[in-house]
């Protein structure tokens, strides 16, 4: 069994813009699972953020920060290497 994160990549940064709306600044969570299962656990920074059914896709809000995303089986101890990402104000 496997988690592997498509979208962030690690490493990546983006920035705030200041023109848009908070609540429109987001990034899209995405994750390939082999076998599939019924729903996906994203985690950022530690704290559980969302359960998905497949496709195992969610937003994610920007803040400012460096963060770490995983993914795992709900119900078994597999998960996903983690990613960083840093969010910078513009």
Do not use: C
Not at 5 to 28: A, C, H, V
Not at 44 to 52: H, I, L, N
Not at 84 to 90: D, L
Request: charged fraction near 20%.
């Amino acid at each position: 069994a496997e988690v592997a994160l498509l979208y962030p990549k690690n490493g990546m940064s983006f920035l705030i813009d200041p023109e848009l709306p908070r609540q429109f600044q987001t990034i899209s969570l995405r994750a390939e699972v082999t076998p599939l299962v019924p729903e996906l656990v994203w985690y950022v920074d530690g704290r559980e953020y969302a359960r998905v059914p497949y496709p195992y896709e969610t937003r994610w809000k920007l803040a400012e920060g460096t963060h770490s995303i995983q993914a795992r089986f709900p119900n078994a101890h597999v998960i996903s290497p983690p990613v960083t990402v840093t969010v910078m104000p513009y």
